[in-house]
C-alpha cells in the first residue's frame, strides 16, 4: 500500500516514484539531474542517510516537496522537461545577482523556489 496520497500522487510526475509508490531518492535525483549527495543536501538530509535509505519514511516529505516542485516545474513548461530543466539552469532577473534557481534548490531554499514557481502558476511577477 502507497504511503502517498491519492490526490497528492496524480500531481506528481510518474518517473520519481518507485514500484512501491512511495518517492525515491535516486529517482528525484535522476529527475533533477543532480547527484543524491545534492539531494540530501536539498532537503536538509545526511547524504549517508539518503544513499542507504532512498524511500525511508522520514525522507518521504523532503523528496515529496522536490518532487512537486519538478512536476510543476515540468507542467508549467508543457510537458517538456529539457525547457524546464533549461529554466531551472539559467540565470532569473527575478533572483538576487540573477542566480540560477537550481542554485537555490543546492541550498536547500525551498521556499524561494516555491514563490517563484507559484508566481509562473499565477503569471505575476515577483
Same mark, same amino acid.
Request: no cysteine; proline share 5%; aromatic share 4%.
Given at each position: 500500500?502507497?504511503?502517498? +496520497? *491519492?490526490?497528492?500522487?496524480? @500531481?506528481?510526475?510518474? =518517473?520519481?516514484?518507485? %514500484?512501491?509508490? %512511495?518517492?525515491?531518492?535516486?529517482?528525484?535525483?535522476?529527475?533533477?539531474? $543532480?547527484?543524491? *549527495?545534492? $539531494? @540530501?543536501?536539498?532537503?536538509?538530509?545526511? !547524504? +549517508?542517510? $539518503?544513499?542507504?535509505?532512498?524511500? *525511508?519514511?522520514?525522507?518521504?516529505?523532503?523528496?515529496?516537496?522536490?518532487?512537486?516542485?519538478?512536476?510543476?516545474? $515540468? !507542467?508549467?513548461?508543457?510537458?517538456?522537461? +529539457?525547457? *524546464?530543466?533549461?529554466?531551472?539552469?539559467?540565470?532569473?532577473? !527575478?533572483?538576487? %545577482?540573477?542566480?540560477?534557481?537550481?542554485?537555490?534548490? =543546492?541550498?536547500?531554499?525551498?521556499?524561494?523556489?516555491?514563490?517563484?514557481?507559484?508566481?509562473?502558476?499565477?503569471?505575476?511577477?515577483?
Amino acid at each position: 500500500m502507497s504511503i502517498i +496520497d *491519492a490526490s497528492f500522487q496524480s @500531481a506528481i510526475r510518474p =518517473e520519481v516514484f518507485n %514500484e512501491d509508490n %512511495e518517492f525515491d531518492a535516486d529517482l528525484v535525483a535522476k529527475a533533477l539531474g $543532480v547527484s543524491i *549527495a545534492t $539531494v @540530501a543536501k536539498m532537503i536538509g538530509k545526511p !547524504a +549517508d542517510t $539518503v544513499r542507504r535509505r532512498k524511500n *525511508a519514511p522520514g525522507l518521504q516529505d523532503g523528496l515529496g516537496h522536490l518532487a512537486l516542485i519538478y512536476s510543476d516545474l $515540468v !507542467a508549467l513548461h508543457a510537458g517538456d522537461r +529539457d525547457a *524546464a530543466m533549461r529554466w531551472l539552469n539559467s540565470p532569473n532577473r !527575478a533572483l538576487k %545577482e540573477r542566480e540560477r534557481p537550481r542554485t537555490l534548490l =543546492e541550498r536547500g531554499q525551498l521556499d524561494v523556489i516555491d514563490a517563484l514557481v507559484d508566481s509562473l502558476k499565477r503569471r505575476q511577477p515577483l
